[in-house]
């Protein structure tokens, strides 16, 4: 054939360094900190739940498109139950549509609300299917990079660039914070000021909040909350994060009718329903008590001081996240520079797998000496990769 066998503008956004990485990773016998999976199941009981809805026959089959009655009644009332002091509940007829997982929730919130040209306001470092989605969709990408502060080993929103960046061409923000890979949690102040030129320039938002719960310093506040952004947001949020069943693949989308309604539209042309059964579960795991979100944060947030101070003592700059269970690292401590030589490098170094973050950049010399460790298994585990880690200062 004459022509290539893959869109062109989806064939520059093959991150094929995860694979490579975790094939370096069982080679090298190395432990793996690349890809952000657990290495423990979730909570017993939601997993009873899932082989309960199995035996029961509930699932089996196609469920409602929108997702099981089960599911959207108990996100809607997880939104009630965590974010109702701040105004904010959705309607789960017409207002929660359930996907599958958040990275489709992302491809069909592109495809619904894009025409081809529109611009798309993105956060860089930026989750890999942010880039693929807006160009299946025909958009136009353009990024505002998120700078690292060394003194405060953080990373900060430049405001200014932001509003410089908006165009009459722009269509929606899509923003994400939690934020991975940097660990970053926007501020209150941040937030303001995202929804305030919003809602000036009459922008849609796309927020991707799958960390929400995942908050160790400052809080977790939902942009559709703040005023005039309830209309013009659609938040998405799944369970993989939240209760380790990454493989379940069940997220969700709220907003307003309209733009839900728009979401589904393109969903039924993409998975059309899935994960029928564990949608009965994750519809259980949402009512779990506040002890369980409470226990879960304080365990992540000594697994990432094991790693983060693994990492220091390697000698890396270690950029402590707010939230999230990633965290980022400067390799130029070490005399080094380039993120991509230094990952495939350290399984034979140390023994351990990473990322480097140019590769969830446009301006990949933005993101060129910065590496991501992710830091959601076990403590016994993360401590043995820190003793590795020693051996880069050695």
């Given at each position: 054939?004459?022509?290539?066998?893959?869109?062109?503008?989806l064939?520059?956004?093959?991150?094929?360094?995860?694979?490579?990485?975790?094939?370096?990773?069982?080679?090298?016998?190395?432990?793996n900190?690349?890809q952000?999976?657990?290495?423990?199941?979730?909570?017993?009981?939601?997993?009873?739940?899932?082989?309960?809805?199995?035996?029961?026959?509930?699932?089996?089959?196609?469920p409602?498109?929108?997702?099981?009655?089960?599911?959207?009644t108990?996100?809607?009332?997880?939104?009630?139950?965590?974010?109702?002091?701040?105004?904010?509940?959705?309607?789960?007829?017409?207002?929660?549509?359930?996907?599958?997982?958040?990275?489709?929730?992302?491809?069909?919130?592109?495809?619904?609300l894009?025409?081809?040209?529109?611009?798309?306001?993105?956060?860089?470092?930026?989750?890999?299917?942010?880039?693929?989605?807006?160009?299946?969709?025909?958009?136009?990408?353009?990024p505002?990079?998120?700078?690292?502060?060394?003194?405060?080993?953080?990373?900060?929103?430049?405001?200014?660039?932001?509003?410089?960046?908006?165009?009459?061409?722009?269509?929606?923000?899509?923003?994400?914070?939690?934020h991975?890979?940097?660990?970053?949690?926007?501020?209150?102040?941040?937030?303001?000021?995202?929804?305030?030129?919003?809602?000036?320039?009459?922008?849609?938002?796309?927020?991707?909040e799958?960390?929400?719960?995942?908050?160790?310093?400052?809080?977790?506040?939902?942009?559709?909350?703040?005023?005039?952004?309830?209309?013009?947001?659609?938040?998405?949020?799944?369970?993989?994060?939240?209760?380790?069943?990454?493989?379940w693949?069940?997220?969700?989308?709220?907003?307003?009718?309209?733009?839900?309604?728009?979401?589904?539209?393109?969903?039924?042309?993409?998975?059309?329903?899935?994960?029928?059964?564990?949608?009965?579960?994750?519809?259980?795991?949402?009512?779990?008590?506040?002890?369980?979100?409470?226990?879960?944060r304080?365990?992540?947030?000594?697994?990432?001081d094991?790693?983060?101070?693994?990492?220091?003592?390697?000698?890396?700059?270690?950029?402590?996240?707010?939230?999230?269970?990633?965290?980022?690292?400067?390799?130029?401590?070490?005399?080094?520079?380039?993120?991509?030589?230094?990952?495939?490098?350290?399984?034979?170094?140390?023994?351990?797998?990473?990322?480097?973050n140019?590769?969830?950049?446009?301006?990949?010399?933005?993101?060129?000496?910065?590496?991501?460790?992710?830091?959601?298994?076990?403590?016994?585990?993360?401590a043995?990769?820190?003793?590795?880690?020693?051996?880069?200062?050695?």
């Amino acid at each position: 054939m004459d022509r290539p066998l893959l869109n062109r503008r989806l064939a520059e956004f093959g991150t094929t360094i995860f694979a490579e990485m975790s094939a370096l990773a069982v080679r090298t016998g190395s432990i793996n900190l690349g890809q952000g999976f657990p290495d423990a199941d979730g909570p017993e009981e939601v997993r009873e739940a899932a082989v309960r809805a199995l035996r029961d026959g509930r699932g089996n089959q196609y469920p409602p498109g929108p997702g099981v009655p089960e599911l959207r009644t108990a996100v809607a009332a997880h939104q009630e139950r965590h974010y109702g002091h701040l105004g904010l509940s959705y309607d789960p007829d017409s207002e929660v549509l359930v996907t599958a997982g958040a990275t489709e929730a992302i491809a069909a919130s592109m495809l619904a609300l894009l025409e081809p040209g529109d611009e798309v306001i993105a956060l860089e470092p930026y989750y890999d299917s942010y880039a693929a989605t807006i160009a299946m969709a025909g958009g136009r990408r353009v990024p505002v990079t998120l700078r690292a502060q060394p003194e405060s080993g953080s990373y900060r929103l430049d405001l200014d660039e932001l509003r410089d960046a908006v165009t009459d061409d722009t269509r929606l923000i899509l923003l994400n914070t939690p934020h991975n890979p940097t660990g970053t949690v926007l501020s209150r102040d941040e937030l303001t000021a995202v929804a305030e030129l919003a809602v000036e320039r009459n922008l849609l938002v796309v927020t991707d909040e799958v960390y929400e719960h995942l908050v160790f310093e400052g809080e977790h506040l939902p942009l559709a909350s703040f005023p005039g952004m309830r209309e013009r947001t659609v938040t998405i949020s799944s369970a993989g994060k939240t209760f380790s069943f990454t493989g379940w693949k069940v997220g969700w989308v709220t907003g307003p009718a309209e733009l839900v309604g728009a979401v589904r539209s393109a969903k039924q042309f993409l998975t059309y329903v899935s994960a029928g059964p564990f949608q009965y579960a994750v519809a259980e795991a949402l009512a779990l008590p506040d002890a369980y979100y409470t226990g879960l944060r304080d365990d992540l947030r000594t697994k990432r001081d094991v790693l983060a101070d693994g990492l220091a003592d390697a000698g890396l700059k270690v950029f402590r996240p707010s939230g999230t269970y990633f965290i980022t690292t400067d390799i130029r401590p070490l005399g080094e520079s380039d993120g991509f030589a230094f990952c495939r490098a350290l399984p034979e170094r140390a023994g351990v797998v990473a990322i480097p973050n140019a590769v969830f950049y446009d301006h990949k010399e933005q993101g060129a000496p910065f590496v991501r460790f992710a830091f959601c298994k076990s403590v016994e585990v993360l401590a043995e990769a820190a003793g590795r880690l020693k051996a880069l200062s050695a």
